[in-house]
């Protein structure tokens, strides 16, 4: 049974470019959410994605954005990349729109130069 | 929003020793998550407790809903026990999870 995965790892930007960050649910698991770790901090919700639309949404600019696929995986993308948009992106998956157990994936560690 | 309080920020201890961990919450909720984070960012969920008492292993959580505030007791510690560990509770009906500052524990053998 596969758990959540996220891609890639690492990545690296410059200022002002683009990124694209994507995860797949664990098996069984129809909803996404998203969250930004930065250091030493707890992770902060951005968004939450189920039959394909964003459901709810945290203190984020439009900056961020998303997408769910009919398979349930999603993407998370950030334009115009700041400096403090540098964190670990977690992907955390559970059961229907509730506040069922969540699991999380590995995490995506973005750095911005 | 809920305001989530994780004490102590850090905590150290020796092979064997034992533990607790409290997370205090601000408002009502319906449940409450622990997780443990490992050197390697991995967060893994080790309860889901919205009232009363479980155990899992060498750990047990407790939340007491009516005063807002739950337990993560580790028994017997390890050093594969270091790491962050998180409590974080729902805003809404809808899985928007708040987390909590979190605890650092270091277990030295």
């Known amino acids: 049974d596969a758990g959540v995965t996220q891609s890639p790892t690492h990545l690296i930007k410059t200022r002002g470019q683009q990124v694209t960050l994507r995860c797949s649910p664990k098996s069984g698991h129809d909803t996404v959410s998203w969250y930004q770790q930065a250091l030493g901090q707890g992770p902060q919700f951005i968004f939450q994605y189920y039959e394909e639309e964003e459901r709810q949404r945290g203190n984020f600019p439009d900056r961020f954005s998303g997408h769910q696929f009919p398979n349930y995986s999603s993407e998370l993308n950030v334009n115009a990349l700041l400096l403090g948009d540098s964190a670990l992106y977690l992907c955390?998956?559970?059961?229907?729109?509730?506040?069922?157990?969540?699991?999380f994936g590995s995490g995506t560690q973005l750095s911005v130069l | 929003g809920i305001q989530v309080e994780q004490s102590p920020p850090d905590l150290i201890l020796q092979e064997g020793a034992n533990s607790t961990l409290r997370c205090n919450f601000s408002d009502s909720v319906n449940n409450l998550q622990w997780f443990h984070q490992n050197p390697w960012g991995q967060l893994i969920n080790l309860f889901y407790i919205p009232s009363g008492t479980k155990q899992n292993g060498r750990l047990s959580a407790t939340t007491v809903a009516t005063e807002r505030y739950s337990l993560l007791y580790i028994s017997s510690s390890q050093t594969t026990d270091s790491g962050v560990y998180f409590c974080a509770c729902p805003e809404t009906s809808y899985g928007k999870l708040t987390f909590g500052q979190g605890t650092i524990l270091t277990v030295h053998p």
């Open positions: 955390a998956s559970s059961f229907r729109i509730t506040n069922e157990k969540l699991f």
